[in-house]
Nanobody
Framework: QVQLVESGGGSVQAGGSLRLSCVAS????????MGWFRQAPGKEREGVAA???????TYADSVKDRFTISRDNAKISLYLEMNILKAEDTAMYYC??????????????????WGQGTQVTVSS
């Protein structure tokens, strides 16, 4: 049984930073593409950042140069470093694992396994 557990969310003021973590169990992280997604109230879930099996990363335009995704295959973990946070970054953040073409790493449909999410709230 594949399980993903996120942590690190919280409340922060605009301009601040947070680091999200996702620990996987039941499979080898290195075998899957992995990503961070978020969903704000009343909005669809959207891709934020993803990292392919070969290490290629991709980011949504809204978070480029502010967020950094990384993975530690030895610790079966995925991370999202979020800097210069904005009020519009407020959402539930989800970790996911799946298999995707490089050009569609941010597409939610390519991810089979999902965590329960961790809330990020940014106050302006």
């Amino acid at each position: 049984q594949v399980q993903l557990v996120e942590s690190g969310g919280g409340s922060v003021q605009a301009g601040g930073s947070l680091r999200l973590s996702c620990v996987a169990s039941g499979y080898t992280v290195s075998n899957y593409d992995m990503g961070w997604f978020r969903q704000a109230p009343g909005k669809e879930r959207e891709g934020v950042a993803a990292i392919a099996v070969n290490g290629i990363t991709t980011y949504a335009d809204s978070v480029k140069d502010r967020f950094t995704i990384s993975r530690d295959n030895a610790k079966i973990s995925l991370y999202l470093e979020m800097n210069i946070l904005k009020a519009e970054d407020t959402a539930m953040y989800y970790c996911a694992a799946g298999s995707s073409a490089i050009w569609s790493l941010l597409n939610t449909r390519n991810y089979r396994y999902w965590g329960q999410g961790t809330q990020v709230t940014v106050s302006s």
